[in-house]
Protein backbone atom coordinates (compact mmCIF):
# COMPACT_ATOMS: atom_id res chain seq x y z
CA UNK A 1 0.00 0.00 0.00
CA UNK A 2 1.44 3.17 -0.93
CA UNK A 3 1.49 6.53 1.37
CA UNK A 4 -1.60 7.83 0.68
CA UNK A 5 -0.92 11.03 2.95
CA UNK A 6 1.11 12.19 0.21
CA UNK A 7 -1.54 12.22 -2.36
CA UNK A 8 -3.68 14.45 -0.43
CA UNK A 9 -1.60 17.33 0.79
CA UNK A 10 -4.13 19.70 1.51
CA UNK A 11 -2.89 22.21 4.73
CA UNK A 12 -6.74 21.71 5.93
CA UNK A 13 -6.86 18.21 6.04
CA UNK A 14 -2.86 17.85 7.36
CA UNK A 15 -3.90 20.51 10.02
CA UNK A 16 -7.26 18.47 11.58
CA UNK A 17 -5.02 15.22 11.15
CA UNK A 18 -2.41 16.60 13.49
CA UNK A 19 -4.50 17.73 15.53
CA UNK A 20 -6.16 14.29 15.78
CA UNK A 21 -2.23 12.34 16.18
CA UNK A 22 -1.94 14.83 18.86
CA UNK A 23 -5.21 13.92 20.76
CA UNK A 24 -4.72 9.84 20.09
CA UNK A 25 -1.37 9.94 21.00
CA UNK A 26 -2.73 11.25 24.94
CA UNK A 27 -4.70 8.38 25.06
CA UNK A 28 -4.32 4.97 27.03
CA UNK A 29 -3.46 2.44 24.00
CA UNK A 30 -6.93 0.46 24.29
CA UNK A 31 -8.71 3.80 23.57
CA UNK A 32 -6.26 4.79 20.94
CA UNK A 33 -6.64 1.53 19.16
CA UNK A 34 -10.63 2.18 19.52
CA UNK A 35 -10.38 6.27 18.10
CA UNK A 36 -8.43 4.95 14.85
CA UNK A 37 -10.19 2.15 14.22
CA UNK A 38 -13.53 4.33 14.84
CA UNK A 39 -12.19 7.08 12.55
CA UNK A 40 -13.93 8.00 9.60
CA UNK A 41 -10.67 7.74 7.38
CA UNK A 42 -8.19 5.32 9.51
CA UNK A 43 -5.83 4.55 6.72
CA UNK A 44 -5.06 7.85 5.93
CA UNK A 45 -5.30 8.79 9.55
CA UNK A 46 -2.67 5.81 9.92
CA UNK A 47 -0.54 7.18 7.35
CA UNK A 48 -0.32 10.54 8.67
CA UNK A 49 1.56 9.36 11.51
CA UNK A 50 5.30 9.36 11.59
CA UNK A 51 7.19 6.36 11.33
CA UNK A 52 8.63 6.60 14.88
CA UNK A 53 5.21 7.35 16.09
CA UNK A 54 3.14 5.08 14.43
CA UNK A 55 6.23 2.37 15.89
CA UNK A 56 5.86 3.54 19.63
CA UNK A 57 2.21 3.45 19.21
CA UNK A 58 2.17 -0.41 18.19
CA UNK A 59 4.23 -0.73 20.89
CA UNK A 60 2.05 0.38 23.65
CA UNK A 61 -1.01 -1.34 22.41
CA UNK A 62 0.67 -4.80 21.76
CA UNK A 63 1.89 -5.92 18.06
CA UNK A 64 -0.25 -8.71 18.66
CA UNK A 65 -3.44 -6.66 19.67
CA UNK A 66 -2.04 -3.98 16.32
CA UNK A 67 -2.62 -6.18 13.34
CA UNK A 68 -5.68 -4.44 12.29
CA UNK A 69 -3.80 -1.29 12.51
CA UNK A 70 -0.48 -2.67 10.51
CA UNK A 71 -3.07 -3.85 8.07
CA UNK A 72 -3.69 -0.62 7.30
CA UNK A 73 -0.12 1.09 7.59
CA UNK A 74 2.46 2.15 4.81
CA UNK A 75 4.91 0.22 2.86
CA UNK A 76 7.23 3.21 4.42
CA UNK A 77 5.85 1.98 8.00
CA UNK A 78 6.42 -1.10 7.81
CA UNK A 79 10.00 -0.78 6.38
CA UNK A 80 10.70 1.32 9.13
CA UNK A 81 9.62 -1.16 11.68
CA UNK A 82 11.45 -4.29 10.34
CA UNK A 83 14.90 -1.66 10.06
CA UNK A 84 14.61 -1.03 14.16
CA UNK A 85 13.06 -4.81 15.03
CA UNK A 86 14.99 -6.91 12.84
CA UNK A 87 18.65 -5.97 13.38
CA UNK A 88 21.47 -6.40 15.64
CA UNK A 89 24.26 -4.39 14.87
CA UNK A 90 25.03 -5.43 11.38
CA UNK A 91 23.20 -8.87 11.28
CA UNK A 92 19.36 -9.66 11.33
CA UNK A 93 17.67 -11.58 13.94
CA UNK A 94 16.51 -14.18 12.69
CA UNK A 95 13.69 -15.31 15.41
CA UNK A 96 12.58 -11.33 15.14
CA UNK A 97 12.22 -12.05 10.94
CA UNK A 98 10.16 -15.07 12.32
CA UNK A 99 8.32 -13.20 14.18
CA UNK A 100 7.49 -9.91 12.50
CA UNK A 101 6.66 -11.88 9.04
CA UNK A 102 4.61 -13.91 11.00
CA UNK A 103 2.81 -10.60 11.91
CA UNK A 104 2.68 -9.19 8.54
CA UNK A 105 1.00 -12.30 7.11
CA UNK A 106 -1.94 -12.49 9.31
CA UNK A 107 -2.41 -8.35 9.21
CA UNK A 108 -2.19 -8.39 5.29
CA UNK A 109 -0.70 -11.03 3.63
CA UNK A 110 -1.48 -10.43 0.03
CA UNK A 111 0.45 -7.12 0.20
CA UNK A 112 3.36 -8.83 2.19
CA UNK A 113 3.43 -10.92 -0.98
CA UNK A 114 3.53 -8.04 -3.30
CA UNK A 115 5.54 -5.99 -1.28
CA UNK A 116 8.47 -8.86 -1.13
CA UNK A 117 8.13 -9.35 -4.60
CA UNK A 118 8.20 -5.58 -5.78
CA UNK A 119 10.77 -3.55 -3.11
CA UNK A 120 12.07 -6.46 -0.73
CA UNK A 121 13.12 -9.45 -3.03
CA UNK A 122 16.73 -9.25 -1.82
CA UNK A 123 15.71 -9.79 1.44
CA UNK A 124 13.08 -12.43 1.42
CA UNK A 125 15.74 -14.30 -0.84
CA UNK A 126 17.98 -14.45 1.80
CA UNK A 127 15.27 -15.00 4.77
CA UNK A 128 14.34 -18.48 2.60
CA UNK A 129 18.11 -19.07 1.84
CA UNK A 130 18.86 -18.87 5.65
CA UNK A 131 16.10 -21.23 6.65
CA UNK A 132 15.01 -23.58 3.57
CA UNK A 133 16.96 -26.11 1.69
CA UNK A 134 15.74 -26.11 -2.02
CA UNK A 135 15.91 -29.43 -4.27
CA UNK A 136 14.83 -29.39 -7.96
CA UNK A 137 13.43 -33.11 -9.08
CA UNK A 138 14.75 -34.39 -12.86
CA UNK A 139 11.48 -35.44 -14.67
CA UNK A 140 12.84 -38.84 -14.50
CA UNK A 141 13.55 -39.25 -10.23
CA UNK A 142 11.07 -40.45 -7.59
CA UNK A 143 9.76 -38.41 -5.53
CA UNK A 144 10.48 -40.73 -2.52
CA UNK A 145 14.04 -40.07 -2.28
CA UNK A 146 13.83 -36.57 -0.55
CA UNK A 147 11.79 -38.04 1.95
CA UNK A 148 9.23 -36.64 4.56
CA UNK A 149 10.81 -33.96 5.59
CA UNK A 150 10.60 -31.93 1.88
CA UNK A 151 7.45 -30.41 0.77
CA UNK A 152 6.72 -29.25 -2.77
CA UNK A 153 3.73 -27.59 -4.34
CA UNK A 154 4.40 -28.26 -8.11
CA UNK A 155 5.97 -31.59 -7.84
CA UNK A 156 9.74 -29.70 -9.48
CA UNK A 157 10.63 -27.88 -6.35
CA UNK A 158 11.21 -29.76 -2.76
CA UNK A 159 11.95 -27.60 0.09
CA UNK A 160 13.24 -28.58 3.51
CA UNK A 161 13.07 -26.33 6.34
CA UNK A 162 16.59 -26.08 8.10
CA UNK A 163 16.80 -27.15 11.84
CA UNK A 164 18.11 -24.62 13.81
CA UNK A 165 21.82 -25.79 15.12
CA UNK A 166 22.40 -25.93 18.63
CA UNK A 167 25.55 -23.80 18.35
CA UNK A 168 23.20 -20.54 16.92
CA UNK A 169 19.70 -21.53 18.99
CA UNK A 170 18.78 -18.81 21.02
CA UNK A 171 15.85 -18.39 23.73
CA UNK A 172 14.15 -16.35 21.53
CA UNK A 173 13.87 -19.26 18.94
CA UNK A 174 10.36 -21.07 18.23
CA UNK A 175 10.69 -24.03 16.01
CA UNK A 176 7.19 -24.41 15.38
CA UNK A 177 6.76 -20.61 14.52
CA UNK A 178 9.33 -20.83 12.22
CA UNK A 179 8.00 -23.77 10.98
CA UNK A 180 4.59 -22.62 10.67
CA UNK A 181 5.60 -19.07 9.45
CA UNK A 182 7.60 -20.62 6.59
CA UNK A 183 5.09 -22.77 5.18
CA UNK A 184 2.63 -20.64 5.01
CA UNK A 185 4.78 -18.01 3.40
CA UNK A 186 5.60 -20.44 0.92
CA UNK A 187 2.34 -21.77 0.24
CA UNK A 188 1.26 -17.74 -0.50
CA UNK A 189 4.09 -17.35 -2.49
CA UNK A 190 3.19 -20.03 -4.76
CA UNK A 191 -0.69 -19.87 -5.24
CA UNK A 192 0.24 -16.00 -5.73
CA UNK A 193 2.36 -16.47 -8.83
CA UNK A 194 4.03 -19.51 -9.35
CA UNK A 195 6.50 -18.25 -12.02
CA UNK A 196 7.25 -15.52 -9.69
CA UNK A 197 7.47 -18.17 -6.66
CA UNK A 198 9.84 -20.60 -9.41
CA UNK A 199 11.88 -17.94 -9.55
CA UNK A 200 12.59 -16.39 -6.06
CA UNK A 201 13.19 -20.03 -5.04
CA UNK A 202 15.98 -20.43 -7.58
CA UNK A 203 17.82 -17.11 -6.96
CA UNK A 204 17.45 -17.83 -3.12
CA UNK A 205 19.43 -20.79 -3.42
CA UNK A 206 22.42 -19.52 -5.28
CA UNK A 207 23.06 -15.63 -3.33
CA UNK A 208 25.67 -15.00 -1.47
CA UNK A 209 24.31 -14.31 1.87
CA UNK A 210 27.42 -12.51 3.45
CA UNK A 211 27.10 -9.96 0.73
CA UNK A 212 23.33 -9.93 0.23
CA UNK A 213 23.53 -9.21 4.13
CA UNK A 214 25.97 -6.63 3.81
CA UNK A 215 23.80 -5.17 1.17
CA UNK A 216 20.33 -5.17 3.39
CA UNK A 217 22.45 -3.22 5.92
CA UNK A 218 23.73 -0.66 3.97
CA UNK A 219 20.16 0.11 2.24
CA UNK A 220 18.75 -0.23 5.94
CA UNK A 221 21.69 2.06 7.24
CA UNK A 222 20.64 4.89 4.37
CA UNK A 223 17.01 5.08 5.38
CA UNK A 224 17.32 4.98 9.66
CA UNK A 225 20.55 8.11 8.45
CA UNK A 226 17.30 10.49 6.91
CA UNK A 227 15.80 9.94 10.25
CA UNK A 228 19.07 10.35 12.55
CA UNK A 229 19.77 6.84 13.26
CA UNK A 230 23.84 6.81 11.84
CA UNK A 231 25.78 4.40 11.87
CA UNK A 232 27.98 4.27 15.44
CA UNK A 233 31.18 5.48 14.13
CA UNK A 234 28.79 8.66 12.50
CA UNK A 235 26.24 9.04 15.66
CA UNK A 236 29.56 9.34 17.75
CA UNK A 237 29.87 12.85 16.07
CA UNK A 238 27.23 14.35 18.31
CA UNK A 239 29.61 14.21 21.30
CA UNK A 240 32.29 16.26 19.61
CA UNK A 241 32.72 19.20 21.58
CA UNK A 242 32.13 22.15 19.91
CA UNK A 243 32.86 25.70 21.38
CA UNK A 244 30.41 28.15 21.54
CA UNK A 245 33.04 30.77 19.69
CA UNK A 246 33.12 28.37 16.66
CA UNK A 247 29.51 28.25 15.90
CA UNK A 248 29.84 30.91 14.23
CA UNK A 249 31.65 29.40 11.63
CA UNK A 250 28.92 26.67 10.79
CA UNK A 251 26.73 26.46 8.32
CA UNK A 252 23.41 28.31 8.89
CA UNK A 253 20.33 26.03 9.29
CA UNK A 254 18.48 27.64 6.60
CA UNK A 255 20.61 29.24 4.16
CA UNK A 256 19.20 32.54 2.27
CA UNK A 257 16.57 32.51 4.70
CA UNK A 258 14.97 29.18 2.85
CA UNK A 259 13.68 26.49 4.23
CA UNK A 260 13.13 22.94 3.08
CA UNK A 261 9.35 21.91 2.54
CA UNK A 262 8.18 18.12 3.38
CA UNK A 263 5.10 16.25 2.80
CA UNK A 264 6.60 13.87 5.65
CA UNK A 265 4.77 13.26 8.85
CA UNK A 266 6.30 15.28 11.76
CA UNK A 267 7.37 13.16 14.79
CA UNK A 268 5.34 13.90 18.20
CA UNK A 269 6.51 11.97 20.03
CA UNK A 270 9.88 12.98 20.75
CA UNK A 271 8.74 16.31 21.30
CA UNK A 272 5.72 15.65 23.42
CA UNK A 273 8.37 14.00 25.94
CA UNK A 274 9.36 17.39 26.89
CA UNK A 275 8.00 17.74 30.46
CA UNK A 276 10.02 20.36 32.14
CA UNK A 277 10.21 23.86 31.37
CA UNK A 278 14.14 25.29 30.76
CA UNK A 279 15.78 27.69 28.29
CA UNK A 280 15.12 25.35 25.44
CA UNK A 281 11.26 24.87 25.70
CA UNK A 282 10.85 28.25 26.48
CA UNK A 283 12.88 29.35 23.33
CA UNK A 284 10.69 27.22 21.54
CA UNK A 285 7.24 28.78 22.57
CA UNK A 286 9.10 32.01 20.99
CA UNK A 287 9.04 30.85 17.46
CA UNK A 288 6.36 32.89 15.66
CA UNK A 289 6.24 31.06 12.69
CA UNK A 290 4.53 27.48 12.58
CA UNK A 291 6.49 26.70 9.31
CA UNK A 292 9.75 27.12 11.54
CA UNK A 293 8.56 25.60 14.50
CA UNK A 294 7.32 21.86 12.38
CA UNK A 295 10.69 22.00 11.31
CA UNK A 296 12.61 22.33 14.28
CA UNK A 297 10.36 19.27 15.74
CA UNK A 298 11.49 17.43 13.27
CA UNK A 299 15.17 18.07 13.88
CA UNK A 300 14.67 17.66 16.85
CA UNK A 301 13.28 13.97 16.40
CA UNK A 302 17.00 13.82 14.18
CA UNK A 303 18.69 14.64 17.32
CA UNK A 304 16.92 12.11 19.78
CA UNK A 305 17.48 9.40 17.39
CA UNK A 306 21.34 9.99 16.67
CA UNK A 307 21.79 10.45 20.43
CA UNK A 308 20.00 7.06 20.43
CA UNK A 309 22.23 5.39 18.11
CA UNK A 310 25.56 6.58 19.54
CA UNK A 311 24.42 5.36 22.56
CA UNK A 312 23.47 2.05 21.68
CA UNK A 313 19.95 2.32 23.02
CA UNK A 314 17.26 0.35 22.51
CA UNK A 315 14.38 2.42 22.32
CA UNK A 316 10.38 0.67 21.82
CA UNK A 317 8.20 2.70 24.04
CA UNK A 318 7.78 6.41 24.28
CA UNK A 319 8.57 6.21 28.34
CA UNK A 320 12.07 5.03 27.23
CA UNK A 321 12.35 7.52 25.10
CA UNK A 322 11.92 10.33 27.65
CA UNK A 323 15.35 9.54 28.93
CA UNK A 324 17.22 10.20 25.48
CA UNK A 325 14.89 13.47 25.45
CA UNK A 326 15.95 14.91 28.73
CA UNK A 327 19.50 14.41 27.74
CA UNK A 328 18.78 16.43 24.74
CA UNK A 329 16.74 19.01 26.04
CA UNK A 330 19.27 19.70 29.28
CA UNK A 331 22.61 19.68 26.49
CA UNK A 332 20.66 22.00 24.33
CA UNK A 333 19.65 24.35 27.24
CA UNK A 334 23.53 24.40 28.38
CA UNK A 335 24.42 25.22 24.83
CA UNK A 336 21.80 28.34 24.97
CA UNK A 337 23.36 29.44 28.04
CA UNK A 338 26.59 29.55 26.77
CA UNK A 339 25.91 31.05 23.53
CA UNK A 340 23.77 33.93 25.09
CA UNK A 341 25.49 34.72 27.94
CA UNK A 342 28.76 35.17 26.09
CA UNK A 343 27.17 38.83 24.79
CA UNK A 344 24.29 38.83 27.70
CA UNK A 345 24.48 39.17 31.58
CA UNK A 346 21.47 36.30 31.96
CA UNK A 347 19.64 34.38 28.96
CA UNK A 348 16.59 35.78 27.22
CA UNK A 349 14.44 33.45 25.35
CA UNK A 350 13.89 35.67 22.70
CA UNK A 351 17.52 36.06 21.69
CA UNK A 352 17.50 31.59 22.40
CA UNK A 353 14.80 31.08 20.19
CA UNK A 354 17.09 33.13 16.77
CA UNK A 355 19.63 30.99 17.93
CA UNK A 356 17.49 27.68 17.52
CA UNK A 357 15.90 28.92 14.34
CA UNK A 358 19.84 29.80 13.01
CA UNK A 359 21.73 27.22 13.98
CA UNK A 360 21.19 23.43 13.81
CA UNK A 361 20.44 21.61 16.98
CA UNK A 362 23.25 18.99 16.74
CA UNK A 363 25.46 22.31 16.88
CA UNK A 364 23.65 23.65 19.99
CA UNK A 365 23.86 20.59 21.82
CA UNK A 366 27.81 19.90 21.01
CA UNK A 367 28.70 23.60 22.53
CA UNK A 368 26.52 22.51 25.61
CA UNK A 369 28.19 19.33 25.84
CA UNK A 370 31.40 20.39 25.13
CA UNK A 371 31.20 22.36 28.51
CA UNK A 372 30.72 18.73 30.56
CA UNK A 373 33.88 17.66 28.65
CA UNK A 374 35.35 20.46 29.60
CA UNK A 375 35.13 19.94 33.40
CA UNK A 376 35.98 15.91 32.90
CA UNK A 377 39.33 16.90 31.00
CA UNK A 378 39.94 19.27 34.06
CA UNK A 379 39.84 16.63 36.43
CA UNK A 380 41.45 14.18 34.08
CA UNK A 381 44.53 16.20 33.86
CA UNK A 382 44.69 17.14 37.92
CA UNK A 383 44.22 13.46 38.90
CA UNK A 384 47.72 12.71 36.17
CA UNK A 385 49.56 14.69 39.49
CA UNK A 386 47.61 14.78 41.99
CA UNK A 387 48.89 14.22 45.62
CA UNK A 388 45.90 11.42 46.28
CA UNK A 389 46.54 9.73 42.98
CA UNK A 390 50.75 9.21 43.92
CA UNK A 391 50.06 7.86 47.26
CA UNK A 392 47.52 4.77 45.78
CA UNK A 393 44.14 6.45 47.04
CA UNK A 394 41.10 5.97 45.99
CA UNK A 395 38.22 8.23 44.82
CA UNK A 396 36.57 6.82 47.90
CA UNK A 397 39.23 9.23 49.85
CA UNK A 398 37.53 12.45 48.52
CA UNK A 399 34.24 11.11 50.71
CA UNK A 400 30.80 10.59 49.60
CA UNK A 401 30.05 13.39 47.62
CA UNK A 402 33.44 13.70 46.41
CA UNK A 403 33.80 10.21 44.89
CA UNK A 404 30.31 10.52 43.59
CA UNK A 405 31.15 14.19 41.64
CA UNK A 406 34.71 12.92 40.42
CA UNK A 407 33.00 9.25 39.69
CA UNK A 408 30.93 11.52 37.22
CA UNK A 409 33.72 12.97 35.96
CA UNK A 410 35.91 10.54 35.11
CA UNK A 411 33.78 8.44 32.73
CA UNK A 412 34.12 8.63 28.76
CA UNK A 413 30.69 10.76 29.18
CA UNK A 414 30.21 12.67 32.07
CA UNK A 415 27.30 12.85 34.46
CA UNK A 416 26.12 15.12 37.20
CA UNK A 417 26.04 13.68 40.25
CA UNK A 418 22.31 13.89 41.62
CA UNK A 419 22.68 11.29 44.91
CA UNK A 420 19.01 10.46 44.61
CA UNK A 421 17.56 13.72 44.86
CA UNK A 422 15.47 12.70 41.88
CA UNK A 423 15.58 9.49 42.27
CA UNK A 424 18.98 8.63 40.40
CA UNK A 425 22.39 8.57 41.64
CA UNK A 426 23.87 9.66 38.46
CA UNK A 427 21.99 11.55 35.33
CA UNK A 428 23.16 13.92 32.60
CA UNK A 429 23.61 17.52 32.88
CA UNK A 430 20.47 19.80 32.36
CA UNK A 431 21.93 23.48 33.52
CA UNK A 432 25.04 25.48 33.72
CA UNK A 433 24.03 25.44 37.13
CA UNK A 434 24.62 21.83 37.62
CA UNK A 435 27.81 22.12 35.54
CA UNK A 436 29.08 25.69 37.78
CA UNK A 437 28.27 23.12 41.14
CA UNK A 438 30.10 20.49 39.94
CA UNK A 439 33.13 22.42 39.22
CA UNK A 440 33.11 24.44 42.56
CA UNK A 441 33.61 20.83 44.08
CA UNK A 442 36.07 19.94 41.84
CA UNK A 443 37.94 23.17 42.51
CA UNK A 444 37.24 22.41 45.81
CA UNK A 445 38.83 18.71 45.93
CA UNK A 446 41.43 20.38 43.99
CA UNK A 447 42.66 23.16 46.59
CA UNK A 448 42.58 20.36 49.47
CA UNK A 449 44.80 18.02 47.40
CA UNK A 450 47.38 20.79 47.23
CA UNK A 451 46.88 21.66 50.69
CA UNK A 452 47.43 18.17 51.92
CA UNK A 453 50.53 17.73 49.61
CA UNK A 454 52.22 20.70 51.62
CA UNK A 455 51.08 18.99 54.54
CA UNK A 456 53.56 16.26 54.01
CA UNK A 457 51.96 13.55 55.84
CA UNK A 458 52.54 10.06 54.31
CA UNK A 459 49.12 7.86 54.57
CA UNK A 460 50.15 5.07 52.37
CA UNK A 461 49.70 2.70 55.63
CA UNK A 462 46.37 3.49 55.71
CA UNK A 463 45.44 4.07 51.96
CA UNK A 464 43.47 0.73 51.37
CA UNK A 465 41.03 1.45 54.08
CA UNK A 466 37.62 2.71 52.57
CA UNK A 467 36.79 4.29 55.34
CA UNK A 468 39.95 6.52 55.22
CA UNK A 469 38.98 9.87 53.68
CA UNK A 470 40.60 13.28 53.73
CA UNK A 471 38.31 14.42 56.56
CA UNK A 472 39.33 11.74 59.34
CA UNK A 473 43.09 12.25 57.86
CA UNK A 474 43.55 15.81 58.22
CA UNK A 475 41.71 15.94 61.60
CA UNK A 476 43.54 13.36 62.96
CA UNK A 477 46.34 14.28 61.98
CA UNK A 478 45.90 17.82 63.41
CA UNK A 479 44.25 16.55 67.04
CA UNK A 480 47.64 14.27 67.39
CA UNK A 481 49.75 17.84 67.34
CA UNK A 482 47.37 19.63 69.59
CA UNK A 483 47.16 17.02 71.86
CA UNK A 484 51.25 16.89 72.09
CA UNK A 485 52.95 19.59 70.23
CA UNK A 486 55.96 18.48 71.68
CA UNK A 487 55.82 15.27 70.84
CA UNK A 488 55.54 16.10 66.85
CA UNK A 489 57.58 18.15 65.20
CA UNK A 490 56.46 19.67 62.15
CA UNK A 491 58.60 17.73 60.10
CA UNK A 492 57.45 14.43 61.42
CA UNK A 493 54.79 12.73 58.32
CA UNK A 494 54.16 9.49 59.56
CA UNK A 495 50.55 9.31 59.47
CA UNK A 496 49.33 7.65 62.96
CA UNK A 497 45.75 7.52 63.94
CA UNK A 498 44.57 9.01 67.70
CA UNK A 499 44.11 6.26 70.66
CA UNK A 500 40.49 5.65 72.13
CA UNK A 501 41.67 8.15 74.90
CA UNK A 502 43.65 10.30 73.12
CA UNK A 503 39.77 11.29 71.43
CA UNK A 504 38.40 10.93 74.67
CA UNK A 505 40.40 14.30 76.01
CA UNK A 506 39.99 15.88 72.72
CA UNK A 507 36.32 15.47 72.35
CA UNK A 508 36.13 17.29 76.09
CA UNK A 509 38.52 20.25 75.31
CA UNK A 510 36.47 20.73 71.71
CA UNK A 511 33.17 22.35 72.74
CA UNK A 512 31.66 25.36 74.07
CA UNK A 513 27.83 26.57 74.88
CA UNK A 514 26.25 29.08 72.43
CA UNK A 515 23.37 29.58 70.70
CA UNK A 516 21.34 26.81 73.45
CA UNK A 517 23.94 23.98 72.24
CA UNK A 518 27.30 22.85 72.18
CA UNK A 519 29.60 24.56 69.20
CA UNK A 520 33.03 23.67 68.62
CA UNK A 521 35.79 26.40 70.37
CA UNK A 522 37.44 29.18 68.62
CA UNK A 523 40.32 28.28 69.61
CA UNK A 524 40.18 24.94 68.88
CA UNK A 525 39.65 26.26 64.46
CA UNK A 526 42.56 28.50 65.53
CA UNK A 527 44.47 25.52 66.73
CA UNK A 528 43.39 23.66 63.68
CA UNK A 529 44.02 26.79 61.17
CA UNK A 530 48.28 27.77 63.45
CA UNK A 531 48.83 23.71 62.36
CA UNK A 532 48.13 23.97 58.62
CA UNK A 533 50.03 27.16 58.35
CA UNK A 534 52.92 25.63 60.56
CA UNK A 535 52.68 22.13 58.04
CA UNK A 536 52.57 23.79 54.81
CA UNK A 537 54.41 26.75 55.25
CA UNK A 538 51.16 28.98 53.90
CA UNK A 539 49.86 32.03 56.02
CA UNK A 540 46.11 31.67 57.73
CA UNK A 541 45.02 33.95 55.04
CA UNK A 542 46.07 32.63 52.21
CA UNK A 543 44.45 28.61 53.16
CA UNK A 544 41.01 30.51 53.99
CA UNK A 545 41.01 31.99 51.04
CA UNK A 546 41.85 28.85 49.22
CA UNK A 547 40.21 26.63 51.43
CA UNK A 548 38.44 28.29 54.33
CA UNK A 549 34.95 27.24 53.13
CA UNK A 550 35.52 23.82 53.20
CA UNK A 551 38.00 23.66 56.13
CA UNK A 552 34.80 25.12 57.90
CA UNK A 553 32.39 22.66 56.99
CA UNK A 554 34.62 20.11 59.11
CA UNK A 555 33.78 21.43 61.92
CA UNK A 556 30.07 22.09 61.23
CA UNK A 557 29.44 18.41 59.97
CA UNK A 558 31.56 17.90 63.66
CA UNK A 559 29.00 19.88 65.19
CA UNK A 560 26.10 18.03 63.78
CA UNK A 561 27.16 14.72 64.39
CA UNK A 562 28.79 15.14 67.85
CA UNK A 563 27.57 17.82 69.72
CA UNK A 564 24.98 15.11 71.15
CA UNK A 565 26.86 12.51 72.35
CA UNK A 566 27.98 12.39 75.64
CA UNK A 567 31.77 12.13 75.94
CA UNK A 568 31.04 8.30 78.06
CA UNK A 569 29.13 6.99 74.90
CA UNK A 570 32.31 7.63 72.22
CA UNK A 571 32.56 4.37 70.19
CA UNK A 572 35.25 4.08 66.90
CA UNK A 573 32.85 2.15 64.76
CA UNK A 574 30.20 5.43 65.08
CA UNK A 575 33.26 7.96 64.74
CA UNK A 576 33.90 8.79 61.34
CA UNK A 577 35.37 12.41 61.24
CA UNK A 578 38.83 11.30 63.17
CA UNK A 579 40.33 7.94 62.60
CA UNK A 580 41.20 6.24 66.13
CA UNK A 581 42.44 2.72 66.66
CA UNK A 582 40.21 0.43 68.35
CA UNK A 583 39.82 -3.70 67.32
CA UNK A 584 38.96 -3.37 63.93
CA UNK A 585 41.26 -0.63 62.91
CA UNK A 586 44.07 -2.41 64.44
CA UNK A 587 43.62 -5.65 62.63
CA UNK A 588 43.46 -4.11 59.05
CA UNK A 589 46.74 -2.13 59.93
CA UNK A 590 48.13 -5.18 61.20
CA UNK A 591 47.17 -6.85 57.96
CA UNK A 592 48.33 -4.05 55.12
CA UNK A 593 51.71 -3.59 56.95
Partial sequence: MTDILTQNPSNREMERLKQERVEILSLPPESALNRILNSSQPVILIHSFSDEDFYFLIREIGVEDSLELLSMASDRQWEFILDV???????????????????????????????????????????????IEIKIREHDQDPGIF???????????????????????SEEDDDALRKETLTRLLTRLANFDHLQYQKLLLEASHILPAESEEELFRLRNVRMAEKGFFPFDEAMQIYSPLKSEDLKNVSL?????????????????????????????????????????????????????????????????????????????????????????????NPDPNRTAALVSRYPLSDI?????????????????????????????????????????????????????????????????????????TKQMLEDIIRIDHLLSLVNIDPSAYSALDFFTFKNFILTSWAKNHLNPNARSTGENRFVPLELDEFHELFLGMWEMKDGGRRVRK????????WLANRTGLSSKEILTGVGYTLE????????????????????RFIHLFLIRGKHLSETADCMQ
Avoid at 91 to 109: E, N, Y
Avoid at 560 to 569: G, L, N, R, W
Fill in 365 to 437: FRVGFGEAMALKWQAERWRTSAWFQKHGLGLTFWGENGLGVLGGLFIKKPLFFDNHKTGVLYRDFTSVDELAQ
Fill in 147 to 169: GDEYITFDDIYYIRIIPISEELR
Fill in 553 to 572: ALFNEAESEYQEVSADDLDP
Fill in 85 to 131: ELWKKDRIRQSTAVHWIDLILKADPNRLLRWSLNEKTEFIEWFLFKN
Fill in 253 to 345: KYPGGTRPDSMLPVPLSHIRALQEENLFTRSLEKIPTQEVLIQIQTEFASLCNQIISADMKTIRHRAELKGIVKKACGYLTIGLEQLDTRAHK
Fill in 523 to 530: EIKESFLT
